[in-house]
Nanobody, 119 residues
Framework: QLQLVESGGGLVQPGGSLRLSCAAS????????MGWFRQAPGKQRELVAT???????NYADSAKGRFTISRDNAKNTVYLQMNSLKPEDTAVYYCNAYIIVVLLGSEYWGQGTQVTVSS
C-alpha cells in the first residue's frame, strides 16, 4: 500500500527551527513533484513549497527566505527545513506527492503533522 509518512512536527518558540520529513513507501514506478502544504484552523489548505524530481523549487511568499525544501530521491523522501518560525506558521503541515504507479499518476497526501509556534 502506497503511503506518505510525515515526521518532525512539534512545539517550537518563535524564532526557532524545525525540520519536517516525509517518506514515500510502497510499490510505485517514480515520484514526480513533491511538496508541502499547510492548513491553519479556520483557513484553507495552502501551498508552502514544492520541488520537482530534478530539483526545481517553488515557494509561497510566506516561506521565501525562511524555509528550504529538499529531497533525497534515493530515499523517496522530501524535507522542509523551517527557520525563523513565527506564530502565524502554526498549522498542520501535509506532505504531497505526484506518484506514477505502473502507467498512471496520482496525487497522494500524508496524514499531516502539527507545527505549533508559541512562547
Amino acid at each position: 500500500q502506497l503511503q506518505l509518512v510525515e515526521s518532525g512536527g512539534g512545539l517550537v518558540q518563535p524564532g526557532g527551527s524545525l525540520r519536517l520529513s516525509c517518506a514515500a513507501s510502497g510499490s510505485f514506478f517514480s515520484i514526480k513533484t513533491m511538496g508541502w502544504f499547510r492548513q491553519a484552523p479556520g483557513k484553507q489548505r495552502e501551498l508552502v513549497a514544492t520541488i520537482s524530481n530534478g530539483g526545481s523549487t517553488n515557494y509561497a511568499d510566506s516561506a521565501k527566505g525562511r524555509f528550504t525544501i529538499s529531497r533525497d530521491n534515493a530515499k523517496n523522501t522530501v524535507y522542509l527545513q523551517m527557520n525563523s518560525l513565527k506564530p502565524e506558521d502554526t498549522a498542520v503541515y501535509y506532505c504531497n506527492a505526484y506518484i506514477i504507479v505502473v502507467l498512471l499518476g496520482s496525487e497522494y497526501w500524508g496524514q499531516g503533522t502539527q507545527v505549533t509556534v508559541s512562547s
